[in-house]
């Protein structure tokens, strides 16, 4: 399957009249329609234990947040890709 890519468009508290942020996104590439999920990753459901798929560092618990925050992700449906496009915060900070 070809590969998508994807646009971005970020919009800070700064850039709008009333203080609010917004983020769009779409995936402009290839000829078929691939579906996401929406889903909100809760603090306790996130992992403890990460390696990173790329480079297989590994990263333990004593190097992630105590106290994580709650996030959006949107991954693709079928399961196919372990981790979600495009993923912002509870706090509005895209990651």
Request: net charge negative.
């Amino acid at each position: 399957m070809k590969q998508t890519e994807c646009t971005t468009i970020l919009v800070g508290k700064n850039a709008t009249i009333d203080g609010s942020t917004m983020i769009a996104r779409s995936e402009d590439g290839g000829r078929t329609i691939i579906p996401e999920r929406f889903e909100v990753v809760m603090p306790k459901d996130q992992p403890k234990h990460y390696e990173s798929v790329i480079s297989h560092q590994k990263i333990d618990d004593a190097d992630l947040l105590s106290n994580p925050l709650r996030y959006t992700s949107a991954p693709d449906a079928s399961g196919k890709t372990e981790f979600g496009q495009l993923l912002v915060s509870i706090q509005t900070i895209l990651l």
